[in-house]
């Protein structure tokens, strides 16, 4: 499949269009007048680049989220946001064939019921985006029983934009991407499918992760013989336990002295509240008495005479009023002190019964707590308990061990029958017989190219957490100048395509790279030549001042932005 055109709308007009063709397809930052570091920076280049992978699964944060500080760009995501923006791709088999296959791929940037991922006018935006991958894996990589690699894996050395991928020939995936991935991705890409076991890799690291954190506080060796000595120390005390010689009389006798200890209580409740009464009885007659008359007679006597004498209807003698007085009070006392005797002689029979009490309960209490084999029983109990306890906490311990331990076999067991002959001498020639046939056009691209001669070699090397073997691949060149490096990657880029073509594999017409900058601008004439002859279009961003003026052209330009103009032209708005 080749880029045909690009066209990114919003809800009013149509903002650009990009009509791609053989050979370089450049995008050029023409600002001028500021520093290298300004220059470039918010202008779109990259942008163009990270749209057309948005179109093929892309990642929307990539288009507004910037690459440095890792924050979003608020203001470009809220004009993709409210203005509708709408990116349409167009892929084409055979762009010098009007009549061939065409895939139209269109994507904005809302969400739930207005989102548009949508492929040759079906829309496929359920699923979290997999319905549409799935579509475009489809087409652009044909039919797979299993999606493995993934087909943003496939795309990732046809886009490069991110660091990664600019500075990396092989290593083009994130940094979680583990070895057994790669494995997958590189032996599809060479013409050697194999079964996916990256996913059961995956597994078996965390099962050993798992394991190792367990092993950590204490081996399943140590737990096994740690149990013996527990399940030794039951038998023991289990033994002594039986041959106790245990009160039979002891829930009774224990009842008894409960019930004891209850009647001591209430005994002594009783007497309490007798003496508490006595008191009260004792303090009464006590405020009586003190109420007695005792008071100067004769004094009185004279006063009483004088009244007499002014009121002349006084018919009792003072003398008989005071004995009236005192003999009221002398009632008093002798009813409320009448109680006094009853209530002393309940207080001596209740202390009687106290004391009866208190001694059967001391010779109870003595009788069960001399009891030795009582507190044996109790010490070996609480023993017991606590060895049982261990053996649980032990018997876990162990059993999980024992299951992370299975659950490593059956994993292991499953990868190697995914294996198969992975490692055979067999699968080992023939990978080398595909190397060496992607090698004879990767050493003939970077020779014609840059005068020199890459490859591509491989080893069998073990994954440090899982000990799995897996092929690790490399280019042969130790060349590690960024100039240098940017032309390997090139030519492996245009190498690969050329040898899909002649092998019949999956593969795209196309190559997107950004910073080409960094590539001489002789080299970048070079593969841009050799690129429209073999049929392959290359869409690199490059600032102005580094285009050699050949290239300086409608014929290899396909878009130029610049501080004036920038790509979604939002401050030309309004």
Excluded: W
Aim: proline share 1%; hydrophobic share 35%.
């Amino acid at each position: 499949m080749y880029l045909k055109e690009m066209i990114i709308s919003s809800v009013s007009e149509i903002v650009r269009k990009i009509n791609f063709h053989l050979g370089a397809n450049l995008i050029v930052d023409e600002t001028t007048g500021k520093s290298d570091l300004e220059t470039g920076n918010n202008i779109g280049k990259t942008t163009v680049l990270a749209l057309i992978d948005y179109c093929l699964g892309g990642d929307a944060e990539l288009i507004y989220i910037d690459p440095e500080t890792k924050k979003e760009i608020d203001y470009v995501k809220n004009h993709l946001v409210d203005q509708q923006v709408l990116i349409t791709l167009i892929l084409k088999a055979d762009l010098m064939d009007e009549s061939s296959q065409e895939v139209v791929i269109k994507r904005n940037f809302l969400q739930r019921n207005k989102k548009i991922m949508s492929v040759n006018g079906v829309n496929y935006p359920k699923n979290n985006g997999k319905d549409f991958e799935k579509k475009i894996d489809l087409l652009l990589i044909g039919e797979r029983e299993v999606l493995k690699p993934t087909l943003r894996q496939l795309l990732a050395h046809y886009v490069r934009y991110q660091n990664n991928r600019i500075n990396n020939t092989l290593r083009v995936l994130n940094t979680f991407t583990t070895n057994f991935e790669y494995e997958t991705l590189n032996l599809f890409m060479f013409g050697l499918p194999v079964s996916d076991r990256s996913q059961l890799n995956t597994k078996l690291k965390g099962e050993q992760e798992y394991k190792k954190r367990l092993e950590k506080k204490h081996s399943k060796n140590e737990l096994e013989l740690q149990l013996d000595i527990v399940k030794n120390n039951i038998v023991a005390l289990e033994k002594r336990k039986n041959n106790l010689n245990i009160n039979e009389n002891y829930k009774q006798e224990l009842e008894e002295l409960n019930d004891l200890k209850y009647r001591v209580s209430s005994v002594s409740s009783r007497i309490g509240e007798l003496k508490l009464r006595e008191q009260l009885l004792i303090e009464t007659e006590e405020e009586l008495q003190s109420d007695m008359s005792d008071i100067n007679l004769p004094e009185l006597r004279e006063i009483y005479r004088t009244a007499k004498k002014d009121i002349s209807n006084i018919q009792s003698t003072f003398e008989q009023l005071v004995e009236y007085h005192n003999k009221m009070i002398l009632e008093k006392i002798r009813f409320v002190t009448q109680d006094i005797p009853r209530i002393r002689s309940s207080i001596e029979e209740y202390k009687q019964i106290l004391t009866g009490l208190l001694n059967e309960e001391n010779n109870l209490s003595k009788k069960i707590a001399g009891s030795d084999t009582f507190q044996d029983l109790e010490d070996i109990i609480g023993d017991l308990t606590k060895s049982y306890q261990r053996v649980g906490e032990l018997d876990n311990g162990i059993e999980q061990l024992e299951s992370v331990e299975k659950n490593i076999k059956n994993l292991s067991e499953e990868i190697e029958l995914l294996d198969g002959d992975r490692f055979s001498e067999e699968f080992q020639e023939k990978l080398k017989i595909k190397l060496k046939e992607f090698n004879s056009v990767f050493a003939d691209v970077s020779s014609e190219l840059y005068g020199e001669q890459y490859g591509i070699t491989f080893t069998i090397k073990e994954d440090n957490k899982t000990k799995q073997n897996y092929y690790h691949f490399e280019s042969f060149n130790a060349n590690t100048s960024s100039g240098k490096k940017q032309g390997e990657i090139i030519c492996f880029d245009i190498a690969y395509i050329l040898f899909a073509r002649k092998e019949g594999l999956p593969f795209l017409n196309f190559i997107l790279n950004d910073k080409k900058e960094l590539m001489h601008g002789n080299q970048l004439k070079k593969v841009s030549k050799f690129a429209k002859d073999n049929k392959i279009q290359l869409v690199f961003s490059i600032l102005k001042d580094k285009l050699p003026s050949e290239l300086d052209s409608s014929e290899h330009i396909v878009l130029r932005l610049s501080d004036q103009d920038k790509l979604f032209r939002i401050e030309n708005r309004g």
